[in-house]
């Protein structure tokens, strides 16, 4: 199975037995649309067809867990541009292909954790504080179920899709209370790039789960990598 995989590489069979195999895969999320029409959170539903994310969040479909370990063990960075082997197919992921399936572009601010010099305005507390229920609460964490309903929701959406981790979706990291700044003021993100950078990091830290499962598992089915007994 694995020289199949790998198409006989053996520095990507050690890689997967030694490491890549051990780690789990984040539990992949779908958020309905239509279910925020009939709950009447409308406001929601704007805040995220704004930056065309739509496409992304309602992804469904087949997942192939094995080949998604493979994918990430032999995930590389080439230019702006995510490059990976899976059964011996190249799969080379730009911004045209991310389009086509996912409806993201590689357009927009690249931000995150101490990357907002392009948002010189932006001030993680006071944000914070202009989220909440409660402005006047003390503060010993930025929790995301202090926040108004609109934030609050898309505060758990970025920590379970956009930039899914494994644990404590409720407590917001910098890079969450970024990217909900953004949302919440209209601001163009470059999705394709924060997509990519998280991707790498999955792979990079022992401790972090593989993101994006059913993404993943949609490119392994447009490059054509045969998934038939998976």
Same mark, same amino acid.
């Given at each position: 199975?694995? #020289?199949?995989?790998? =198409?006989?590489?053996? #520095?990507?069979?050690? =890689? ?16 309905? /649309? ?7 959170? =409308? ?14 969040? +309602? ?44 409806? @993201? ?36 964490? /930025? ?30 990291? #910098? ?11 209209? @601001? ?5 790039? @924060? ?10 830290? =022992? ?6 499962? @059913? ?7 447009? /490059? ?5 007994? +998976?």
């Amino acid at each position: 199975m694995l #020289e199949s995989w790998f =198409a006989g590489d053996e #520095e990507g069979i050690n =890689a997967y037995i030694h490491e890549m195999s051990r780690k789990q895969i984040n539990i992949p999320k779908v958020l309905d /649309f239509n279910w925020l029409k009939s709950e009447k959170l =409308a406001e929601t539903r704007v805040a995220l067809k704004h930056p065309k994310l739509k496409k992304l969040l +309602e992804l469904t479909g087949n997942v192939y867990p094995d080949l998604v370990k493979v994918f990430y063990t032999n995930l590389t960075l080439d230019g702006t541009n995510i490059v990976s082997y899976v059964k011996g197919i190249k799969m080379k992921v730009t911004s045209d292909v991310l389009n086509y399936v996912a409806g @993201i572009k590689y357009a927009g601010l690249k931000v995150g954790k101490g990357n907002t010099s392009r948002i010189q305005e932006f001030n993680k507390l006071q944000y914070y504080k202009s989220c909440m229920r409660t402005p006047t609460q003390s503060i010993s964490r /930025f929790h995301a179920g202090h926040l108004n309903l609109t934030p609050r929701l898309v505060a758990y959406i970025i920590a379970w899709q956009l930039i899914p981790r494994g644990t404590n979706h409720v407590v917001l990291h #910098e890079e969450d209370l970024i990217l909900l700044y953004c949302i919440m003021n209209q @601001i163009k993100v470059n999705w394709v790039f @924060i997509i990519n950078e998280h991707m790498l990091k999955s792979k990079r830290l =022992a401790d972090y789960r593989f993101p994006y499962a @059913i993404l993943v598992s949609k490119l392994i089915d447009f /490059f054509g990598v045969d998934a038939s007994n +998976e």
